[in-house]
């Protein structure tokens, strides 16, 4: 059992930069591929970025460039560095573990980009 909480979200201006975090406790962290999703209001949940257990990542098309993805096993964390956010990138960000056969999510947290 993995559970995740994630961290760092609120209202950002345009061009602007945040850091989220996503807390991962219980199952052993570094087994597990790692992403973050974002859905926004009237839209399908889809990938921001992904991360494997080896370090390799892949990014959706609209953030690749300007998002980071990183982890952290011994501190059993995921961040995902946003820069020159736009306001399409409000939404409510979503973080995932995969892996063992299984799936786990955190509940969201809401990023809103607004001047």
């Known amino acids: 059992q993995v559970q995740l909480v994630e961290s760092g979200g609120g209202l950002v201006q345009p061009g602007g930069s945040l850091r989220l975090s996503c807390a991962a406790s219980?199952?052993?962290?570094?087994?597990?591929?790692l992403a973050w999703y974002r859905q926004a209001p009237g839209k399908q949940r889809e990938l921001v970025a992904a991360?494997?257990?080896?370090?390799?990542?892949n990014y959706g098309d609209s953030v690749r460039g300007r998002f980071t993805i990183s982890r952290d096993n011994a501190e059993r964390t995921v961040h995902l560095q946003m820069n020159s956010v736009k306001p399409e990138d409000t939404a409510v960000y979503y973080c995932?573990?995969?892996?063992?056969?299984?799936?786990?999510w955190g509940k969201g947290i809401l990023v809103t980009v607004s001047s």
């Open positions: 995932n573990a995969g892996g063992l056969g299984m799936t786990y």
């Open positions: 991360i494997t257990r080896g370090g390799s990542t």
């Open positions: 219980g199952s052993i962290f570094s087994m597990y591929a």
